[in-house]
């Protein structure tokens, strides 16, 4: 049975920084590329990164660009989200969801997300 | 960047009823299209995958139909346990984007 489970959310300041984790547990999780998908409070989904299976690409969405860092460590099944210089916008649950497939567009079709973890942005 | 243009963004009906809700991207997205529910506090479930291709163990109530930019999805009868919001997602480029979701409530 496939299981992601986040963790390291909380409060923070702005400006300030916080890493995320999700560990991954029933399935070959060097073979699958993985993503960090986030939700405002009542809002709607926003994909915020991703990382293919060996960690040698990786992809961001323009609204975190430069400041989020996404990387696996393939040895203890972890993906990991760094966030820094963080805004009241990033206020958000943060869920990891894994790719479905071997094809690149196949990495950005989620049958599997963790319950999320809630990261608040706030002095 | 494609967006996702889903209505209606709320919908009301009863139990039985056949609901419909569309979908349009920007751009031709084929069938890279995705259909997620989510209830409140829940992390988005797959239901409908390329498009037409129901998810494993889901309900057969769910279809999804479309290529190109317009898409439907439809629960042919719907069920107490259907009050969610639901959500389409293309991935046929990046960035990958959702729609703004449909809040399904009973009446």
């Known amino acids: 049975e496939v299981q992601l489970l986040e963790s390291g959310g909380g409060l923070v300041q702005p400006g300030g920084s916080l890493r995320l984790s999700c560990a991954a547990s029933g399935f070959t999780f060097s073979s699958y590329a993985m993503s960090w998908v986030r939700q405002a409070p009542g809002k709607g989904l926003e994909w915020v990164s991703a990382i293919s299976g060996s960690g040698g690409s990786t992809y961001y969405a323009d609204s975190v660009k430069g400041r989020f860092t996404i990387s696996r460590d393939n040895s203890k099944n972890t993906l990991y989200l760094q966030m820094n210089s963080l805004r009241a916008e990033d206020t958000a649950v943060y869920y990891c969801?894994?790719?479905?497939?071997?094809?690149?567009?196949?990495?950005?079709?989620?049958?599997?997300w963790g319950q999320g973890t809630l990261v608040t942005v706030s002095s | 960047d494609i967006q996702m243009t889903q209505s209606p963004s709320s919908l009301s009906a009863s139990v039985g009823d056949r609901v419909t809700i569309t979908c349009q991207a920007s751009?031709?997205?084929?069938?890279?299209l995705n259909w997620y529910q989510q209830k409140p506090g829940k992390a988005p479930k797959l239901l409908i995958y390329d498009a037409s291709n129901l998810e494993t163990g889901v309900p057969s109530r769910f279809s999804g139909s479309g290529s190109g930019t317009d898409f439907t999805f439809t629960i042919s009868s719907l069920q107490p346990e259907d009050i969610a919001t639901y959500y389409c997602q293309q991935y046929d480029n990046l960035p990958p984007a959702f729609g703004q979701g449909t809040k399904l409530e009973i009446k």
């Open positions: 969801a894994k790719g479905g497939g071997l094809r690149f567009l196949e990495w950005f079709s989620w049958a599997y």
């Open positions: 751009q031709d997205i084929s069938n890279y």
